[in-house]
């Protein structure tokens, strides 16, 4: 009886090890990153004024950077934006209520260990899929064109 349960949690220890290793090979997974041609701060204003500009709602801005200064460590210049509007996420939430846990939208502005000003944001398409809703539905198309517009604005000289 000990032997078959030592066995059976050896395999149950086993199995979360494999799942964790594959958790890993998916980093990145639904995430859209663009490099930005400004500096972190310009990168940083220049999304929040495309928010402003279409009407969408700035909900929080979180700098980690300074957060990690407060114990005592350091941190690249990171922050977070978390953005929305509630008459498109409620029409996402109807169809997939989950799909709340993923709202509002965020996109990390970051410098990365090359000094390369970065704007990450999930891929709504992904979100989508996550949660059951159909990517071929109106909003998700709607969602991924102002998420493209806004990062292009903050990352990309204007022509």
């Keep these: 009886m000990v032997k ?65 200064q407060t114990v005592g460590q350091s941190l690249r210049p990171t922050t977070l934006l978390i953005f929305g509007n509630p008459t498109i996420g409620s029409q996402l939430m109807a169809v997939s209520q989950s799909i709340g846990i993923d709202l509002p939208l965020k996109a990390l502005v970051y410098e990365d260990e090359n000094g390369v000003i970065c704007v990450e944001y999930n891929d709504i398409a992904y979100l989508a899929r996550r949660h059951g809703i159909p990517t071929d539905h109106p909003v998700i198309a709607r969602v991924a064109g102002g998420l493209e517009m806004v990062t292009d604005a903050a990352t990309r000289p204007a022509e």
């Excluded at 890993?24 to 310009?42: P, T, V």
């Design 4 to 68: 078959t349960l030592s066995a059976a949690l050896v395999l149950i220890v086993a199995s979360l090890f494999a799942s964790v290793s594959l958790a890993g090979d998916e980093a990145g997974a639904g995430l859209i990153k663009k490099q930005s041609a400004y500096s972190f701060n310009d990168t940083v204003a220049k999304l929040e004024a495309a928010l402003a500009d279409r009407n969408i709602g700035m909900m929080n801005k979180i700098d980690h950077a300074a957060g990690a």
